[in-house]
């Protein structure tokens, strides 16, 4: 197609940027790219990767641009196609601006995904799974965010996952043996320990998890919510931090209904041991993707993608590199036909 615009976040500023620009690279397009403007080294990094494999100049351009100046690449007629990964605030001002110039764009954004842990789930392998809302010090939009736990596995499951959580090492994420550190500004840990108060004023219980973190502003204590209903205020939200959702429900059904409660779309997990049950319920989430007995994921062969306020489209896999390509049709009339 052309030109592809790129804007990209900081909580991969690596892997999500090389995403969309290998995957356009492959379908034959060209990628200008406005990573997030906190990490402008990893963007020089970039540029500078590609330079040093070869790629001929202007296939790969890296700008650091205001929002006002990307509104202007945007509207430009000679890019053809946009793609964000960021949050839905964000889709929902690139794709309005997209569509007033009538391209095509990929969105991927926030998620608040489900993890179903039916009766029969192995729960040893749960608990270890579910470790992984904490990676990214809980900065990920694909994660174990709502944890939706059957009744009769839910006292187990949670002793478990509580252990799991004292084996967390918090601090200085330069060091080697860190596996926890700070969110990534003292604004962002603000803003989630203000959802964690407007959760608790609303109804919910708050319990902290794990080892005390460091004593510094952008420090999050790992915290397990329970209790959340439907008229909390931040029961809609995404939580962009270490504050996983815990919920206990009747049976597979509540479980479904439950996961599907969400202005969100992204992933989802699903446990047990029956795996034609598991796939049931797979095809019964409304995401974009759902994985059974592992955590969420992103091979680079899957496409991966959203729906609701997830966003819009694919990126990686055969579905990603055909995004922004035009399936251009060429008839010959019969007569002229071999």
Same mark, same amino acid.
């Given at each position: 197609?052309?030109?592809?615009?790129?804007?990209?976040?900081?909580?991969?500023?690596?892997?999500?940027?090389?995403?969309?620009?290998?995957?356009?690279? &492959?379908? !034959?397009?060209?990628?200008?790219?406005?990573?997030?403007?906190?990490?402008?080294?990893? %963007?020089?990094?970039?540029?500078?990767?590609?330079?040093?494999?070869?790629?001929?100049?202007?296939?790969?351009?890296?700008?650091?641009? #205001?929002?006002?100046?990307?509104?202007?690449?945007?509207?430009?007629?000679?890019?053809?196609?946009? #793609?964000?990964? !960021?949050?839905?605030?964000?889709?929902?001002?690139?794709?309005?601006?997209?569509?007033?110039?009538?391209?095509?764009?990929? &969105?991927?954004?926030?998620?608040?995904?489900?993890?179903?842990?039916?009766?029969?789930?192995?729960?040893?392998?749960?608990?270890?799974?579910?470790?992984?809302?904490?990676?990214?010090?809980?900065? =990920?939009?694909?994660?174990?965010?709502? $944890?939706?736990?059957?009744?009769?596995?839910?006292?187990?499951?949670?002793?478990?996952?509580?252990?799991?959580?004292?084996?967390?090492?918090?601090?200085?994420?330069?060091? =080697?043996?860190?596996?926890? !550190?700070?969110?990534?500004?003292?604004?962002?840990?603000?803003?989630?320990?203000?959802?964690?108060?407007?959760?608790?004023?609303?109804?919910?219980?708050?319990?902290?998890?794990?080892?005390?973190?460091?004593?510094?502003?952008?420090?999050? +204590?790992?915290?397990?919510?329970?209790?959340? #209903?439907?008229?909390?205020?931040?029961?809609?939200?995404?939580?962009?931090?270490?504050?996983?959702?815990?919920? *206990?429900?009747?049976?597979?059904?509540? %479980?479904?209904?439950?996961?599907?409660?969400?202005?969100?779309?992204?992933?989802?997990?699903?446990?047990?041991?029956?795996?034609?049950? =598991?796939?049931?319920?797979?095809? +019964?989430?409304?995401?974009? $993707?759902?994985?059974?007995?592992?955590?969420?994921?992103?091979?680079?062969?899957?496409?991966?993608?959203? #729906?609701? *306020?997830?966003?819009?489209?694919?990126? &990686?896999?055969?579905?990603?590199?055909?995004?922004?390509?035009?399936?251009?049709?060429?008839?010959?009339?019969?007569?002229?036909?071999?």
């Amino acid at each position: 197609m052309g030109i592809i615009y790129a804007v990209e976040p900081w909580n991969g500023p690596f892997s999500q940027a090389i995403r969309p620009i290998c995957g356009n690279l &492959m379908a !034959g397009n060209v990628v200008i790219l406005k990573h997030a403007s906190n990490i402008p080294a990893c %963007a020089d990094a970039i540029d500078q990767l590609f330079k040093d494999a070869g790629l001929p100049e202007g296939v790969f351009t890296n700008l650091f641009v #205001t929002h006002a100046q990307s509104a202007t690449i945007v509207a430009d007629y000679r890019v053809r196609g946009v #793609t964000l990964t !960021g949050s839905d605030e964000a889709g929902s001002r690139l794709s309005e601006q997209a569509g007033r110039a009538i391209k095509p764009a990929v &969105m991927e954004l926030g998620g608040s995904d489900p993890m179903i842990v039916l009766e029969d789930a192995n729960l040893d392998l749960t608990a270890q799974c579910s470790r992984f809302r904490f990676a990214l010090s809980g900065q =990920a939009c694909i994660s174990n965010k709502r $944890m939706i736990v059957l009744d009769g596995v839910y006292d187990a499951f949670v002793e478990r996952f509580t252990a799991l959580t004292e084996s967390i090492v918090p601090g200085d994420p330069s060091v =080697a043996t860190t596996t926890f !550190g700070p969110l990534s500004s003292r604004e962002a840990a603000d803003g989630v320990r203000d959802q964690i108060r407007r959760a608790v004023e609303g109804g919910a219980t708050a319990t902290e998890l794990g080892p005390v973190v460091p004593d510094l502003p952008a420090f999050v +204590q790992p915290t397990l919510l329970t209790g959340l #209903t439907p008229d909390n205020p931040v029961f809609y939200e995404e939580i962009f931090g270490p504050v996983p959702i815990l919920f *206990r429900v009747d049976d597979e059904a509540a %479980a479904v209904g439950l996961a599907n409660d969400s202005r969100y779309g992204l992933g989802g997990t699903v446990f047990s041991e029956d795996i034609e049950r =598991a796939q049931r319920v797979a095809r +019964q989430i409304d995401t974009g $993707m759902v994985r059974i007995n592992q955590p969420t994921g992103q091979p680079a062969d899957m496409p991966f993608g959203g #729906t609701k *306020r997830s966003g819009l489209g694919q990126e &990686m896999g055969p579905q990603g590199i055909r995004e922004f390509v035009n399936s251009k049709l060429i008839s010959i009339a019969p007569q002229y036909s071999a």
